[in-house]
């Protein structure tokens, strides 16, 4: 619980070593624990592996939010809450800024980062944020197929379509309205975490551009270009994803 609203998460509570290193995992836009089910079940970490669903998604109580920082601080009270010591913090999209502000926060819990989909700065076209107020329908079908690389499979792109007609647009349109609004461009050179950044060769609304220059100056980052994946890198080559992931928390 948060300030009493209850909070989503895929893990199991009794498995979890609060003094071990812990993998975080934040999803991205209208997204839920369901997009890291691959890695809940592939990775190992130390102290285990969560998987948390933001304000409005998944069993997470509402109301969303439509800002970082205020999303950064409620992850920050569910590591509190659960007295987790050392995080490996990983996010996609929308979770990668959330991530990244936590960090840049100097959180002493913060021991490592992992960046997926991600970039310093996450504009978003104007057109698709109408559209979701507008045409929320056509808007939610069109992110499915920007979500995926032109290799996806159909059973993977009608998963993420009804998902995604499934989605409260309203909430979407928050998180979406968080990414526009993020930018560390300036400070970006200040993480000093170990940090792993996962993109997929197809990403569409990250493009591979964005991850290298996250590469270039976060001091010490490992990059990794996942071929044939798009934003979603980690539910369409899973395999590939953990195997990066899994040598990264391996040498921490």
Excluded at 28 to 43: A, M
Excluded at 119 to 135: F, H, K, Q, T
């Amino acid at each position: 619980m948060i300030e009493g609203r209850h909070i989503g998460y895929g893990c199991n509570v009794d498995t979890i070593d609060v003094s071990k290193t812990v993998l975080l995992l934040i999803h991205g836009s209208g997204g839920d624990r369901g997009d890291w089910q691959w890695q809940l079940e592939g990775i190992k970490a130390p102290g285990g592996v969560i998987a948390i669903e933001l304000p409005g998604h998944g069993e997470s109580e509402g109301p969303g939010e439509s800002s970082v920082p205020i999303y950064a601080d409620w992850v920050a009270k569910f590591v509190l809450g659960l007295g987790l010591q050392r995080v490996a913090l990983m996010g996609c999209s929308l979770g990668s800024a959330i991530s990244q502000w936590i960090c840049l926060e100097r959180k002493p819990w913060v021991v490592a980062l992992g960046l997926v989909g991600a970039g310093a700065r996450l504009r978003v076209l104007p057109s698709l944020l109408d559209g979701l107020i507008n045409e929320p329908a056509l808007s939610l079908n069109s992110l499915a197929d920007f979500c995926l690389s032109r290799s996806a499979t159909d059973s993977l792109r009608n998963e993420m379509k009804a998902k995604y007609q499934k989605a409260d647009p309203y909430i979407i349109h928050g998180d979406l309205s968080a990414c526009d609004k993020f930018d560390v461009i300036n400070r970006i050179h200040e993480i000093s975490v170990p940090t792993l950044i996962l993109v997929g060769a197809e990403d569409f609304l990250t493009p591979v551009k964005y991850s290298k220059f996250l590469n270039d100056n976060i001091p010490g980052s490992t990059l990794v270009n996942i071929p044939n994946a798009g934003h979603l890198a980690m539910m369409e080559k899973p395999e590939e994803f953990n195997a990066a992931t899994q040598n990264f928390l391996d040498s921490l």
